[in-house]
T-cell receptor, first 111, second 114 residues
């Protein structure tokens, strides 16, 4: 039973343009939402998070938007760089520091 | 600061065998979580260990078991391996059990069951 869904398995974007990655969730009680990035042969690394009391959180080129009424969050990367090419997972806490992860979106930034 | 290390990085087993995967947590971290990432899927929570006790378990059968040692390192044991157990097994460390936002993952152990 998927608690978080990423419906786009892959995304290709030109360098310098905006990348938008999307995630839908099922439970309106989730209070935090996170994005992790994974390069091949490496473990996932934390990227950015947002609390349910906010609708936007920004960290440099990365911004996460939360739409609670639609149970939807998105990650914007502006401008996209080739080094951003990776698999991106959204995640929510099932409890404490135990997470449900989405299926991931593979981002390719074309130079 | 030493990061999360896992061993072995790759291994091949046959159906019915048993496997033990190992994880050393990041320095200062007392909580270890294990995740299974099947091909094309996201990481799925297996269980978490805190102070040598299991602290939460996902939807995995009892043949998946674990241990945490006094130095906070951990093992994941899988008995009676099935073909569907083929996956990347990720270990993540953190401090405590409350939400802190960030898990620190190792590079994983890739298990192939033939």
């Amino acid at each position: 039973d998927q608690q978080v869904k990423q419906n786009s398995p892959s995304l290709s974007v030109q360098e310098g343009r905006i990348s938008i990655l999307n995630c839908d969730y099922t439970n309106s009680m989730f209070d935090y939402f996170l994005w992790y990035k994974k390069y091949p042969a490496e473990g996932p690394t934390f990227l950015i998070s947002i609390s349910s009391i906010k609708d936007k959180n920004e960290d440099g080129r990365f911004t996460v938007f939360l739409n609670k009424s639609a149970k939807h969050l998105s990650l914007h990367i502006v401008p996209s760089q080739p080094g951003d090419s990776a698999v991106y997972f959204c995640a929510v806490p099932r409890t404490g520091n135990q997470f449900y992860f989405g299926t991931g979106t593979s981002l390719t930034v074309i130079p | 600061e030493t990061g999360v290390t896992q061993s072995p990085t790759h291994l091949i087993k046959t159906r019915g065998q048993q496997v033990t995967l190992r994880c050393s947590s990041q320095s200062g971290h007392n909580t270890v979580s294990w995740y299974q990432q099947a091909l094309g899927q996201g990481p799925q929570f297996i269980f978490q260990y805190y102070r040598e006790e299991e602290n939460g378990r996902g939807n995995f059968p009892p043949r998946f078991s674990g241990l945490q040692f006094p130095n906070y390192s951990s093992e994941l044991n899988v008995n009676a391996l099935e073909l569907d157990d083929s996956a990347l097994y990720l270990c993540a460390s953190s401090t405590g059990t409350s939400f802190s936002g960030e898990l620190f993952f190792g590079e994983g152990s890739r298990l192939t069951v033939l």
